[in-house]
């Protein structure tokens, strides 16, 4: 029987147990206080799996003698987004985080990169145009100026690119995109215009 390892946070350990009982396995949980325990429990064999967040998972892999000496199964076993969140009652820096996001995810699937974003500046397609200011003014309503998406894209990229430096196949903690990909190119990810 695995012995399954977690904190003591309950969403991890309700995941595993639903997975195990949904599969109709049987295992021996062992819960330690905090997540640093749980990581040194796994890394010590004094368990076989334990289980979070895949971009967790492969962080935590990172610090490990050698990495490349554990596996994170495909398998999701459950739903666990994540994503920006700011103070509740803030709602203009609600807005801009989300309107930011929504941004960066449009930009990568218009091909806006931090290395075009200049040529794309003298696109015909209106997508382009208003997403870079170039038409229209989506800025001044979320209390920024018209090139707000074009700064953030100049500065630090698209989502993909963003994606890719931090967490992506060629970083240490070697995440593939998965249903973090764009909707077009199989994911999840999914943002409305701006208009």
């Not at 700011?86 to 960066?104: C, K, P, S």
């Not at 894209?153 to 593939?176: A, D, F, Q, W």
Request: net charge negative; aromatic share 10%.
């Amino acid at each position: 029987m695995p012995r399954c390892v977690s904190n003591r946070v309950q969403q991890p350990r309700l995941n595993a147990a639903d997975y195990f009982a949904a599969n109709n396995l049987e295992y021996d949980p062992i819960v330690f206080v905090d997540q640093d325990e749980v990581v040194k429990a796994f890394e010590d064999g004094r368990c076989d799996v334990y289980t979070t967040d895949s971009s967790a998972l492969a962080s935590e892999r990172t610090k490990f003698a050698v990495p490349d000496d554990y596996k994170i199964l495909p398998e999701i076993i459950s739903k666990e987004p994540l994503g920006p969140s700011v103070r509740q009652g803030d709602d203009t820096w609600f807005n801009i985080a989300r309107w930011v996001y929504f941004a960066l995810l449009d930009a990568e699937e218009l091909g806006i990169t931090q290395a075009n974003v200049d040529e794309m500046l003298g696109s015909d397609n209106p997508s382009i145009k208003r997403i870079l200011g170039v038409e229209g003014d989506f800025g001044t309503p979320l209390g920024l100026d018209k090139s707000w998406a074009y700064n953030i894209i100049k500065h630090i990229g698209n989502y993909g690119e963003i994606y890719e430096r931090h967490v992506g196949p060629s970083t240490p903690i070697g995440l593939e995109r998965g249903i973090n990909a764009l909707w077009t190119q199989g994911g999840i990810q999914y943002a409305p215009p701006i208009r």
